[in-house]
């Protein structure tokens, strides 16, 4: 038998499909934005959004989405954003990973038309012939449609030898999801964080478009409630600060009696001290839009942040002001003051960060927004944006926004 090519080799080869999912299915298409799409013949058989090295991927094996139909691979494209929607991937995993895949694959699917799933694609209420002389077969065959990950779930866990087979690898539909347990707690908030506001980005604007595609009035509620809970910005802005954190590891010697002797200063010996510190820029917009209460509120924020960072600020408008650097630490903040007043731009930023990327561990800009997209960035970097403004453009895969509130005044 001649083995064939696949005919969707990489990302590049990939992107009518995305193209028309901007036009059929801007809801899904804006969320897909922020996953980073890799193809791999070796890491999945088939595909899968899976978090790893604190970030969003969507693994796809060629050999797999090439045997699929136009229709399948929107179908495939969905599936996989309803599970970063509904947290599937992050904080509703389930044990035994085998049974709550099957659990949250028949929660999403009940909304996708069957025509649109790839083979293996389980539907509560229809099972093929060959699964449904399984245990497992026999209860997705009497499932009602449109119930939770977790309901399925504990029906499933009802029965042992649905359960045997569900462990076996029988019935696990046609993709898998892995890493959210290989991080630590710092790289899960952050990665809630930016999965939470890349879907509650992508419901702004369906709603303010009127266009959310192929997703029902039921769906949209559940996903409406889903992001109904607001990320708090601080809880961003501190998953950031922790997430740039680096181990750090010294030695010491000390006199000890012993036998290893320092030909100069008698017996020592090694004793390893471990902590945590980091060193962030913050690059403060000097435009008149950001004002003096906005960077109060920001300073305030960054302030109980200091106990394990440094941060070193720097002015900024066309260029880096480099004679604005103030380094503080250990709670002791700088007032907000200003040295510089011209346009915005944060290209001057980032060849400033990139520059020195061997002294900082990522940075921050606060600002309103309202500047050009800059080049990729070497280190992390958050847009810590001022109440009341946007990013004008679509940040990179690599890079978090945060945008500040004002704390309501209640008497």
Not at 28 to 33: E, K, N, P, Q, Y
Not at 377 to 391: M, T
Request: proline residues 5%; charged residues 25%; neutral net charge.
């Amino acid at each position: 038998m001649l083995m064939t090519e696949p005919r969707i080799k990489n990302k590049s080869e990939l992107s009518p499909h995305l193209l028309r999912m901007m036009f059929d299915e801007p809801f899904f298409a804006s969320i897909l934005r922020g996953v980073n799409i890799e193809f791999s013949e070796t890491q999945v058989p088939t595909a899968g959004v899976m978090v790893k090295d604190a970030d969003v991927h969507m693994l796809v094996n060629p050999g797999f989405i090439s045997d699929l139909t136009d229709a399948q691979i929107k179908g495939l494209l969905k599936h996989e954003c309803f599970h970063l929607a509904f947290e599937h991937c992050t904080s509703r995993m389930l044990t035994p990973h085998q049974v709550a895949n099957i659990a949250a694959d028949l929660a999403i699917n009940s909304d996708i038309p069957k025509k649109e799933l790839p083979e293996g694609g389980m539907v509560p209420g229809e099972v093929d012939d060959e699964l449904l002389t399984t245990p497992l077969g026999k209860l997705i065959a009497k499932f009602p449609k449109h119930k939770s990950q977790e309901w399925y779930f504990a029906e499933i866990m009802k029965d042992p030898e649905a359960v045997k087979q569900a462990e076996g690898g029988e019935g696990q539909g046609f993709d898998e999801h892995g890493g959210w347990g290989e991080m630590t707690d710092e790289e899960k908030e952050l990665v809630k964080g930016k999965i939470a506001q890349a879907v509650a980005e992508a419901v702004k604007e369906a709603d303010r478009s009127g266009k959310w595609g192929s997703v029902g009035g039921e769906m949209r509620g559940k996903i409406r409630e889903m992001v109904s809970k607001e990320v708090d910005w601080r809880s961003i802005l501190k998953q950031f600060v922790g997430f740039s954190r680096r181990g750090t590891r010294s030695t010491t010697w000390n006199r000890v009696n012993t036998t290893m002797i320092h030909p100069e200063h008698g017996p020592l010996a090694t004793a390893s001290q471990r902590g945590y510190t980091s060193s962030i820029a913050v690059y403060i917009d000097q435009s008149g839009s950001v004002g003096n209460s906005a960077l109060a509120l920001a300073f305030a924020e960054l302030r109980t942040l200091a106990r394990h960072t440094e941060f070193v600020t720097y002015h900024f408008d066309t260029k880096v002001d480099l004679k604005s650097e103030t380094v503080w630490k250990k709670s002791k903040t700088p007032k907000a003051h200003r040295t510089r007043c011209g346009g915005t731009c944060f290209e001057c930023v980032t060849e400033h960060a990139n520059k020195n990327k061997g002294r900082f561990d990522g940075y921050i800009l606060i600002s309103d927004g309202e500047a050009a997209k800059p080049k990729p960035s070497k280190l992390k970097r958050l847009y810590l944006l001022v109440p009341g403004s946007k990013l004008l453009f679509e940040p990179d895969n690599n890079d978090s926004v945060c945008k500040m509130k004002q704390p309501k005044v209640t008497s």
